[in-house]
């Protein structure tokens, strides 16, 4: 694991205090002008400044450090400045050895163009022109202006925008002052002042290179404010966008004002910035990102159009996880990459479950995790090439490898589990000890632990030690006895076959046991396994299951006698057990421990739910089985067959229209029956959602279309319909004024049948559409199998101009996870490593590796269980549903 003197970190022999930044952005022309001041204090005798600077910043004039005193002052020019590419260093080398103890102040001016990657300080287009914002977590400070670009390398900032008239500038902290410019402000050359305005920002606290942010452009805001539950002083809250946007940030705007002060309180900690700034964008690389004061979300995460409750969910869950970070990450941060689960974990966890259930009880968000961060982390963490939540980081050409879901879910469902096993009142408070000793510092995750068990009164450390530092998580297996239950743990792996090495690690497993044929549903806390394996007595005869409510990061796996026994109390499990056994058995089936008898006797024990949660995670489920057999016709027939009667009976009892008076739940629900079964070619939904999407292309605003629905009423004209409906939907996409309505567009366009309409969207998706909008094109055609192959081939022939346009974006990743997810043959996996021998994958081989162990995975159910399959829909499916179900609207 890296340290601090590794030769992939700075050296520590100078530290920043603080900078003095001035950016002239010219959006005109798409480039920007800097002079930046960093006030360093030299720790060790040095001659050597060396700091971060990206190679596509020019430097206009020579670095120079000033050294003032009360008697004096002197100006030094380093007589050798190296810059190096792969490392993005800036080395200034001075003839004079500076003592330890000075203090001084680096001066360097610098220019460059606008990005076009979304790194960086980069340019958005819209209808009205560009505009400028920064995106620069992990590594991307130092493409915007030279600095220390390491988290544990903190100063303040003081900004200073210039920009031409007309023109909102935004920063971490509110103006202090707007003026005219005079000649001497402007960095740019010839320009007349007047045309120009400067803009100086109040200082910033002590804060980490990545949270720096700074827009420019014709932005508007609407404006809110919350009362601090701590200070009782009031602070604004604006959410800032476009003319065309700004209509759909009401939404936003509410959450973030009830959320700031729920977090204040939960912490009894304020947020010590004096105001809270959203700017939605127009192009973004991430969902969201968290900088101080100044989140700068995509428009499609944040906003959501009234009445859309889908584009509400979102928003909602993306704006309470980015304010989480005010406190995690931003004023207490992990001191290197390798830690990033301090900050990720911790808003995954509380951003959208522990503050989102107050604010919103009736999205079920504990649901949404366990379907979400929980369920796919354990896929990701199943495989070989998984890595610790600790995840060591020894160059910085892997930070981006810990941005995964690893760092987000499996650090957010650890920290749960202990929140469960521990009490989760206990365990917050242990945070807000972690939290107040390290603000405006950083801290390691021992910190975290100790203050934890400080507060809880146990032994954290040793307890989340192998979670955190180890990669992969056990199986419980669970046998039982006349008197009781064996319990075994090992390590679980998506091919089942771990060898003693592997199988060597002993997790510390809170079991919960849910015992269920009692009185009353009683969870026993006391039983925790942390030897191979164990007795529990119980009594007797006793019907129990693990796992309680599924708090733990684990799988559990059941004799299929004793599963058969748990099944039969599936209307009294609650949503987060029965979410556990759905996939828990798909899991365990995939993986070979299962046959596809026990994954249809699940389905059939919960198929007659009306719960939104559990009809998606069957769907979830079912999906799983079309992503390994979707070039089996037999199978997909079936499947269909079982999803059009599934989906479409559910309609029968809820209603197929949309009705105002209808709760979340309904909502979701109806839209999520309408959408599978529709891909299922259920005649009556087929015939509703063309007339509703004729109505809505006649007049969007006069429809009444529910806008929960569009998109699954774009899928459907374009999947089942004529090159006339793709056009209508093209035309959609190409306007692009309204976020939700471009998404729904880019989705459907993909699922046409007809080939040439097919070949249409792929030349697209890989030569001309807007970079956040290629790996959603491309996911949604790798789940199409009339383009999936093609676009896997396209993607092959083209991915020289990807990889350079995507360079070291996330959005990269994606694109491979996306194209390739479909593989499901041994043949296919060679011929797609053997095209990646020949590039350069330094920083896709995370994916890779994903993809190729996930496709062998598929591969190996395929050959194990396609008779079976074939059988059971042959024979089964039409006996599916009993009418039992946890009929909860």
Same mark, same amino acid.
């Given at each position: 694991?890296?340290?601090?003197?590794?030769?992939?970190?700075?050296?520590?022999?100078?530290?920043?205090?603080?900078?003095?930044?001035?950016?002239?952005?010219?959006?005109?022309?798409?480039?920007?002008?800097?002079?930046?001041?960093?006030?360093?204090?030299?720790?060790?005798?040095?001659?050597?400044?060396?700091?971060? &600077?990206? =190679?596509?910043?020019?430097?206009?004039?020579? *670095?120079?450090? %000033?050294? +003032?005193? /009360?008697?004096? @002052?002197? $100006?030094?020019?380093?007589?050798?400045?190296?810059?190096?590419?792969?490392?993005?260093?800036?080395?200034?080398?001075?003839?004079?050895?500076?003592?330890?103890?000075?203090?001084?102040?680096?001066?360097?001016?610098?220019?460059?163009?606008?990005?076009?990657?979304?790194?960086?300080?980069?340019?958005?287009?819209?209808?009205?022109?560009?505009?400028?914002?920064?995106?620069?977590?992990?590594?991307? &400070?130092? =493409?915007?202006?030279?600095?220390?670009?390491? *988290?544990?390398? %903190?100063? +303040?900032? /003081?900004?200073? @925008?210039? $920009?031409?008239?007309?023109?909102?500038?935004?920063?971490?902290?509110?103006?202090?002052?707007?003026?005219?410019?005079?000649?001497?402000?402007?960095?740019?050359?010839?320009?007349?002042?007047?045309?120009?305005?400067?803009?100086?920002?109040?200082?910033?606290?002590?804060?980490?290179?990545?949270?720096?942010?700074?827009?420019?452009?014709?932005?508007?805001?609407?404006?809110?404010?919350?009362?601090?539950?701590? =200070?009782?002083?009031?602070?604004?809250?604006?959410?800032?966008?476009?003319?065309?946007?700004?209509?759909?940030?009401?939404?936003?705007?509410?959450?973030?004002?009830?959320?700031?002060?729920?977090?204040?309180?939960?912490?009894?900690?304020?947020?010590?910035?004096?105001?809270?700034?959203?700017?939605?964008?127009?192009?973004?690389?991430?969902?969201?990102?968290?900088?101080?004061?100044?989140?700068?979300?995509?428009?499609?995460?944040?906003?959501?159009?009234?009445?859309?409750?889908?584009?509400?969910?979102?928003?909602?869950?993306?704006?309470?996880?980015?304010?989480?970070?005010?406190?995690?990450?931003?004023?207490?941060?992990?001191?290197?990459?390798?830690?990033?689960?301090?900050?990720?974990?911790?808003?995954?966890?509380?951003?959208?479950?522990?503050?989102?259930?107050?604010?919103?009880?009736?999205?079920?968000?504990?649901?949404?995790?366990?379907?979400?961060?929980?369920?796919?982390?354990?896929?990701?963490?199943?495989?070989?090439?998984?890595?610790?939540?600790?995840?060591?980081?020894?160059?910085?050409?892997?930070?981006?490898?810990?941005?995964?879901?690893?760092?987000?879910?499996?650090?957010?469902?650890?920290?749960?589990?202990?929140?469960?096993?521990?009490?989760?009142?206990?365990?917050?408070?242990?945070?807000?000890?972690?939290?107040?000793?390290?603000?405006?510092?950083?801290?390691?995750?021992?910190?975290?632990?100790?203050?934890?068990?400080?507060?809880?009164?146990?032994?954290?450390?040793?307890?989340?030690?192998?979670?955190?530092?180890?990669?992969?998580?056990?199986?419980?297996?669970?046998?039982?006895?006349?008197?009781?239950?064996?319990?075994?743990?090992?390590?679980?792996?998506?091919?089942?076959?771990?060898?003693?090495?592997?199988?060597?690690?002993?997790?510390?497993?809170?079991?919960?046991?849910?015992?269920?044929?009692?009185?009353?549903?009683?969870?026993?806390?006391?039983?925790?396994?942390?030897?191979?394996?164990?007795?529990?007595?119980?009594?007797?005869?006793?019907?129990?299951?693990?796992?309680?409510?599924?708090?733990?990061?684990?799988?559990?796996?059941?004799?299929?006698?004793?599963?058969?026994?748990?099944?039969?109390?599936?209307?009294?499990?609650?949503?987060?057990?029965?979410?556990?056994?759905?996939?828990?058995?798909?899991?365990?089936?995939?993986?070979?421990?299962?046959?596809?008898?026990?994954?249809?006797?699940?389905?059939?024990?919960?198929?007659?739910?009306?719960?939104?949660?559990?009809?998606?995670?069957?769907?979830?489920?079912?999906?799983?089985?079309?992503?390994?057999?979707?070039?089996?016709?037999?199978?997909?027939?079936?499947?269909?067959?079982?999803?059009?009667?599934?989906?479409?009976?559910?309609?029968?009892?809820?209603?197929?229209?949309?009705?105002?008076?209808?709760?979340?739940?309904?909502?979701?629900?109806?839209?999520?029956?309408?959408?599978?079964?529709?891909?299922?070619?259920?005649?009556?939904?087929?015939?509703?959602?063309?007339?509703?999407?004729?109505?809505?292309?006649?007049?969007?605003?006069?429809?009444?279309?529910?806008?929960?629905?569009?998109?699954?009423?774009?899928?459907?004209?374009?999947?089942?319909?004529?090159?006339?409906?793709?056009?209508?939907?093209?035309?959609?996409?190409?306007?692009?004024?309204?976020?939700?309505?471009?998404?729904?567009?880019?989705?459907?366009?993909?699922?046409?049948?007809?080939?040439?309409?097919?070949?249409?969207?792929?030349?697209?998706?890989?030569?001309?559409?807007?970079?956040?909008?290629?790996?959603?094109?491309?996911?949604?055609?790798?789940?199409?199998?009339?383009?999936?192959?093609?676009?896997?081939?396209?993607?092959?022939?083209?991915?020289?101009?990807?990889?350079?346009?995507?360079?070291?974006?996330?959005?990269?990743?994606?694109?491979?996870?996306?194209?390739?997810?479909?593989?499901?043959?041994?043949?296919?996996?060679?011929?797609?490593?053997?095209?990646?021998?020949?590039?350069?994958?330094?920083?896709?081989?995370?994916?890779?590796?994903?993809?190729?162990?996930?496709?062998?995975?598929?591969?190996?159910?395929?050959?194990?269980?396609?008779?079976?399959?074939?059988?059971?829909?042959?024979?089964?499916?039409?006996?599916?549903?009993?009418?039992?179900?946890?009929?909860?609207?």
């Amino acid at each position: 694991m890296a340290n601090s003197d590794s030769v992939h970190r700075l050296p520590r022999t100078v530290r920043p205090t603080h900078y003095d930044l001035t950016v002239q952005t010219d959006l005109q022309h798409e480039r920007f002008y800097g002079r930046v001041s960093i006030h360093l204090n030299v720790i060790e005798p040095t001659n050597t400044i060396e700091l971060h &600077a990206a =190679s596509t910043l020019v430097l206009v004039s020579p *670095p120079v450090f %000033k050294i +003032t005193s /009360t008697a004096s @002052s002197s $100006t030094f020019t380093p007589y050798l400045i190296r810059r190096t590419s792969e490392t993005q260093r800036l080395e200034c080398v001075f003839a004079e050895t500076f003592e330890k103890g000075t203090t001084g102040v680096l001066e360097i001016g610098f220019e460059a163009d606008l990005a076009s990657n979304l790194l960086g300080y980069y340019k958005c287009t819209w209808s009205g022109g560009v505009y400028a914002a920064t995106q620069f977590e992990p590594v991307e &400070a130092r =493409s915007a202006f030279p600095c220390f670009d390491e *988290p544990a390398l %903190k100063a +303040t900032y /003081t900004y200073t @925008s210039i $920009t031409r008239q007309g023109i909102v500038s935004l920063a971490n902290m509110p103006a202090e002052h707007v003026s005219s410019t005079s000649k001497d402000d402007l960095l740019m050359t010839g320009e007349d002042t007047t045309q120009w305005v400067k803009t100086v920002f109040q200082t910033t606290p002590p804060m980490s290179t990545y949270i720096v942010a700074y827009a420019n452009g014709p932005f508007q805001f609407i404006e809110g404010s919350y009362t601090s539950p701590i =200070s009782k002083e009031e602070k604004p809250v604006r959410v800032w966008t476009t003319a065309d946007l700004i209509g759909n940030a009401r939404y936003t705007l509410d959450v973030a004002s009830r959320a700031l002060p729920a977090y204040e309180a939960l912490f009894e900690l304020e947020m010590p910035l004096p105001k809270m700034d959203i700017l939605a964008i127009s192009e973004s690389d991430v969902g969201a990102m968290e900088n101080w004061g100044l989140i700068i979300s995509y428009a499609g995460h944040a906003l959501a159009a009234p009445g859309d409750t889908s584009a509400e969910r979102e928003s909602g869950g993306s704006i309470s996880h980015e304010l989480a970070h005010q406190w995690f990450g931003n004023a207490t941060t992990m001191a290197w990459w390798d830690s990033l689960f301090l900050n990720e974990g911790f808003a995954a966890w509380i951003g959208e479950v522990v503050v989102l259930d107050t604010l919103f009880p009736e999205w079920g968000v504990e649901a949404d995790f366990i379907h979400g961060h929980l369920n796919e982390a354990l896929r990701v963490d199943a495989q070989r090439s998984s890595h610790p939540v600790l995840v060591p980081i020894e160059k910085e050409s892997k930070i981006m490898d810990a941005f995964d879901n690893l760092s987000y879910g499996k650090a957010a469902s650890i920290l749960r589990m202990l929140a469960t096993h521990l009490g989760q009142k206990a365990f917050l408070r242990g945070v807000a000890l972690y939290l107040k000793r390290h603000e405006y510092a950083n801290a390691e995750p021992a910190e975290l632990w100790a203050a934890i068990g400080e507060s809880c009164g146990v032994d954290v450390t040793g307890m989340v030690k192998e979670w955190i530092e180890l990669k992969g998580f056990p199986v419980v297996s669970v046998t039982p006895t006349a008197t009781g239950i064996d319990v075994r743990q090992d390590r679980f792996l998506s091919d089942c076959r771990p060898d003693d090495e592997e199988n060597s690690t002993i997790w510390t497993i809170p079991l919960a046991v849910l015992h269920l044929d009692t009185s009353a549903e009683i969870v026993d806390h006391r039983h925790v396994l942390n030897t191979h394996s164990t007795y529990i007595d119980l009594p007797s005869p006793s019907i129990v299951k693990l796992n309680a409510s599924t708090s733990g990061f684990f799988r559990v796996y059941y004799t299929p006698a004793h599963l058969r026994s748990l099944l039969t109390f599936a209307t009294d499990l609650n949503t987060a057990d029965a979410l556990g056994l759905i996939h828990d058995t798909g899991a365990l089936a995939a993986a070979g421990l299962y046959d596809i008898g026990q994954v249809m006797d699940v389905f059939n024990a919960f198929s007659g739910s009306f719960q939104y949660a559990v009809q998606r995670s069957l769907a979830a489920e079912l999906d799983l089985i079309e992503r390994t057999w979707w070039e089996d016709d037999a199978i997909m027939s079936g499947l269909n067959t079982l999803k059009a009667k599934q989906f479409g009976g559910i309609l029968d009892i809820i209603g197929y229209e949309y009705d105002p008076a209808d709760g979340y739940a309904v909502t979701q629900l109806r839209t999520l029956a309408l959408s599978h079964a529709a891909r299922a070619g259920e005649p009556r939904v087929l015939q509703l959602l063309q007339k509703w999407f004729e109505a809505f292309m006649r007049d969007h605003e006069g429809s009444g279309l529910n806008a929960s629905a569009v998109a699954v009423a774009f899928y459907s004209a374009v999947r089942h319909g004529a090159q006339e409906s793709y056009d209508k939907v093209f035309k959609v996409y190409q306007d692009n004024t309204d976020p939700a309505h471009h998404s729904a567009a880019v989705t459907a366009l993909a699922a046409t049948q007809h080939t040439t309409l097919s070949d249409r969207t792929i030349n697209e998706a890989i030569l001309h559409a807007r970079a956040p909008d290629v790996p959603t094109f491309l996911l949604a055609m790798a789940k199409n199998p009339r383009a999936s192959r093609k676009a896997c081939e396209q993607v092959m022939l083209h991915w020289d101009e990807l990889d350079a346009k995507f360079g070291k974006t996330f959005s990269k990743d994606r694109i491979v996870l996306s194209v390739f997810s479909r593989l499901s043959s041994k043949e296919d996996i060679e011929r797609v490593r053997a095209f990646f021998e020949t590039k350069n994958t330094s920083h896709i081989d995370s994916a890779l590796s994903r993809v190729y162990e996930e496709a062998y995975t598929r591969a190996a159910w395929s050959s194990r269980s396609t008779a079976e399959l074939s059988e059971w829909f042959e024979h089964v499916h039409e006996e599916k549903g009993s009418g039992k179900g946890c009929v909860v609207l």
